[in-house]
């Protein structure tokens, strides 16, 4: 099967240790690609590659600080020296930072953007330009966010990240296309994985947030005992696959998305209201409350 006259037959994927990076890598794995799993934590990366070998698929893993662009450089090198030219690159790497602004410092704005944003720079500057040099087409996918086009009043560092992330694509689209090379960006809403339970989260109580993650925990483990989510990653890996094959620009993820997206372009004034009710002192007081009614029952 050709995706965009192109054969993915070597993707890589950052981020993949778990959540959606994982998905896309096993969804590529199961369609015969040789997958180059990467994450900062090497130890979460070998555990997907076990899952995708397991299946009797190829995979191999590989450590990547996705915020360093000489480890990009050496990252790129090895995969190159190893297995090739990449025919797609997935830019997942992501994390979640939130609060009000003003209580956010300028090192939580640099966490964010560092890996949300610029970890997508890095990665799409440095295979982009293998391509180029080996005179191969290839496909790049950002995963960006609904909250590119849904204002949300405690997450603008994260939202600025992945605005970010989403006009990046469009430019590069414009730029990279004579050379041969598609960029797409992926816009999931609500979707089941740990970016919740490794977010920082400032100006709230930290034994509320604990209490919080324990619930997403609950919340993965009942989702994973299903046999479909309507939260699954996969949901997102198969829009990636999409992506790449129809050389698509933007693709929101769940009806969440679809709505932000076509809010934005329909009623922006009314897509800005939906959420200005929201303010960190209610999201913590509907916490307490949610976290107090849990306890009771």
Not at 220 to 248: G, I, K, T
């Amino acid at each position: 099967m050709k995706f965009n006259d192109i054969e993915p037959g070597l993707v890589v994927v950052t981020g993949a240790g778990s959540g959606i990076g994982r998905a896309v890598a096993q969804r590529f794995a199961r369609m015969g690609a040789q997958v180059v799993v990467s994450d900062i934590d090497k130890d979460a990366a070998l555990a997907t590659v076990a899952t995708i070998q397991a299946a009797g698929r190829r995979a191999v893993a590989m450590q990547l600080d996705v915020t360093d662009p000489e480890a990009w450089t050496a990252f790129a090198r090895d995969v190159h020296a190893d297995h090739g030219v990449p025919d797609v690159l997935v830019n997942n790497a992501g994390i979640l930072v939130s609060g009000a602004f003003l209580d956010l410092e300028p090192a939580d704005w640099e966490y964010q953007l560092s890996v949300n944003l610029l970890g997508v720079v890095y990665g799409c500057r440095t295979f982009a330009r293998l391509m180029f040099d080996q005179g191969r087409r290839g496909h790049i996918v950002n995963i960006a966010s609904a909250a590119a086009f849904t204002q949300t009043p405690v997450m603008s560092a994260y939202s600025v990240s992945k605005a970010g992330v989403k006009m990046l694509t469009e430019c590069l689209r414009l730029e990279l296309a004579p050379k041969g090379v598609g960029v797409s960006a992926i816009c999931p809403g609500v979707i089941n994985t740990n970016i919740g339970a490794h977010a920082v989260t400032v100006g709230v109580d930290p034994d509320l947030v604990e209490r919080g993650r324990q619930i997403a925990r609950d919340m993965q483990e009942f989702a994973a005992r299903l046999p479909f989510s309507p939260l699954s990653p996969d949901l997102v890996a198969r829009a990636v696959v999409r992506a790449v094959r129809y050389d698509l620009a933007v693709v929101p993820v769940r009806a969440e998305a679809w709505l932000g997206y076509f809010m934005l372009r329909l009623a922006p004034g009314i897509n800005r209201r939906m959420n200005q009710p929201l303010s960190m002192e209610r999201i913590q007081a509907a916490g307490e409350y949610l976290l107090g009614r849990r306890a009771s029952g």
